[in-house]
């Protein structure tokens, strides 16, 4: 007869049985190689879970931002006023995302690294060249006309928010699997 590559078999029942500790079928060294691939050591767990919470406090950090912007400019205060009031917002907001980005790169996490990686790459830019903190041209009414940035300054943070929120998306989905 010809070896064949695989062969049919046709399973007519299957039978469960609880293995006793006395057993000399019991395996742990295979048992535990086979949950290997499914379960997460209790420090790595714990740095999801850090992620997850620096992503959830980033979120609502952008958010404040966002409310305090939209509350200064309602009420028609000088844009040098309002650039002065937001720029304490700005390093916070820059940590709190590289924090998030440096333990996604820590746990492994590289769709989220890869998600955030045009905005670390924009803050670094921003850093570089002396732009992370407003001015009164970059909040104004004319901030498009004025400012030599492509999106206003709300329009960037909704344009962060939006990343952030997907990356909250992926960091709770790593966390359920």
């Known amino acids: 007869k010809n070896p064949t590559v695989a062969d049919v078999h046709a399973i007519t029942s299957v039978s469960t049985r609880y293995l006793d500790e006395a057993e000399a079928d019991f395996d742990d060294f ?8 499914t379960r997460r050591s209790g420090w790595s767990q714990l740095l999801w879970v850090v992620c997850m919470l620096t992503g959830l406090a980033l979120n609502v950090f952008t958010g404040m931002e966002i409310y305090k912007f939209l509350q200064y400019s309602n009420s028609q205060i000088n844009p ?14 820059t940590v ?3 924090g998030m980005t440096g333990l996604l790169l820590l746990v492994g ?25 407003l001015n009164a041209n970059s909040v104004g009414a004319e901030a498009k006309v004025h400012s030599s940035n492509m999106f206003s300054y709300p329009n960037r943070l909704y344009v962060m928010m939006g990343f952030y929120a997907i990356t909250q998306i992926y960091i709770l989905m790593r966390l359920s699997s």
């Open 96 to 98: 709190l995302h590289f």
């Open 80 to 93: 040098t006023l309002i650039a002065d009031n937001l720029k304490s917002f700005a390093w916070p907001h």
């Open 109 to 133: 996490g590289w769709a989220g690294v890869l998600l955030n990686l045009p905005i670390v790459a924009y803050k670094a830019w921003a850093i570089k060249n002396n732009k992370l903190v």
């Open 30 to 37: 295979l048992l535990e190689h086979a949950e290997a691939g």
